[in-house]
């Protein structure tokens, strides 16, 4: 096969898993051979097997480019060895040297290079969709967003921490899974051990999911990214978002959520939720004492929205919230004669309520811990995202949003929702009991009539497909009439002309 025909690599990738296939310990990529042992005398005698059957088939290795007995080799870009995968140090040398600010052509190239790196760094397509958008059909334009994301792209590209685990088969992998308003991103580890990282950028239709779409359409992205490692085995699913670990139990899932359902039925996991404590994705504004300065991405039950301060603002911009927070913080005087109703109960349970170090109003719940109190604009939406993963009932909701939000009179508020929830409604059995059937009074013969049209039936001579069926209530007659078709008009002449005539 001479170089330069199309099929040329593939003939030859043929060739070279044909001629090592029956052979242990050997994995074979283009022209690359990777021989692996556990052993030096393993190794001796796997290398040894290798080398006679390119030597049989007269094939030639370069000697410049082998690597004989080596703890870790030099591999498609990577350094593999010691159970660990490794970068190059002068592969990022050379993308950190791309100079991107005048040319979206030398901006691609940082890109797709950066990209094929991708899987060592966390939330990348996530972190550069704005240089991603540069790319677009529209006029470059170098900003100073644009350069901050490229700052923080090139700090990224740390050889020296970007280092990932190979799997153990033989113990249990944990998927990490997290969604904001623009991406979704996910951990493949084991035991705290990072075995890959996977990200990508939501297209302009899936922005609009709600919280608990995009949630679980990260964990369905993700578990079929990573397929080869997880089907068959038993793995653990983490989540920030509450109401996914009902996910594998609710009991009339609609839409999206159906069918997303019945592609994981193939997995055999289960899902957990990670507390805001241990993870930093989740909502850290609940949390009084946190010194982490990290960006807000998600809210544990429902939606926060916007930038990370954003329930601050919004508690700031509720009347009532903003009257209690001026309470507590300056220990001012109550005048319970001139409050609202809302704020005077918020302030009985003063001892519970303090303002955390990021300026946000959180309640201390039974079991000790901190969770935001929720602005009146903001409810109805969170009641709505808690609610529609299983449609539960109150009690279920309420406890669901307790905790991680409080406000006052949540459980009326829930109880509203539920109730006149049109889903629910329609799908949900009526739990009074049914009265029994009654008969139909009948005052004299010919009063009253069923009617009903059966068929179409194979055609009669007349032309006829159809039986107009007459019943009379007093006296049970059945009278059964053929008629060519079961329009509405053909119905009321023959009704009306057999029944005046029978009786």
Known sequence: MPFGLAGAPFTFRRLMSLLFRDLDNVEVYGDDVVVYSQTETDHVKHVEAVLKRIEEFGLRISKDKSQIAKSSITLLGHKVGNGEIKLLPEKILTIKNIAVHNSKRKLRQFLERAAFYSRFLKNFNEIAAPLYKLL?????????TAQQTYNQIKNMLDYRQMTLRLPKIKKPFTVTTDASDHGIGAVLSQSDRVMEYASRVLTPAEQKYSTIEKECLAIVWTVDKWRPY???RRFHIETDHIPLQWLQTARDPHGKLARWMIRLQEYDFSIGHIPGKENVMVDYLSRPDMEAELPLTA?????????????????????????VIRVIKEGADVDKRAMDKEVIMLLRQKERLRVNT???LVWQDDDKNWVAVIPKDWRRKMIHECHQIAHTGITRSTDLLRQSTYWPGMRDDVAQYVLTCQQCQLMKSDRYTQPPLQSVPVTAVGDLWSVNVMGPFPQMDSGKRYLLVMTEHATRWVDAVPIADQRAKTVTEYDTYRSGSLF
Do not use: C, H, M
């Open 299 to 323: 809210y544990t039950v429902g939606s926060i929205e916007g930038e990370p301060l954003e329930l601050v603002r919004q508690q700031k911009s509720d009347p009532k919230l903003r009257e």
């Open 358 to 360: 990021y300026g946000a």
């Open 136 to 144: 677009s059909n529209t006029k470059f334009s170098w900003t100073e």
């Open 230 to 232: 997880l089907l068959g």
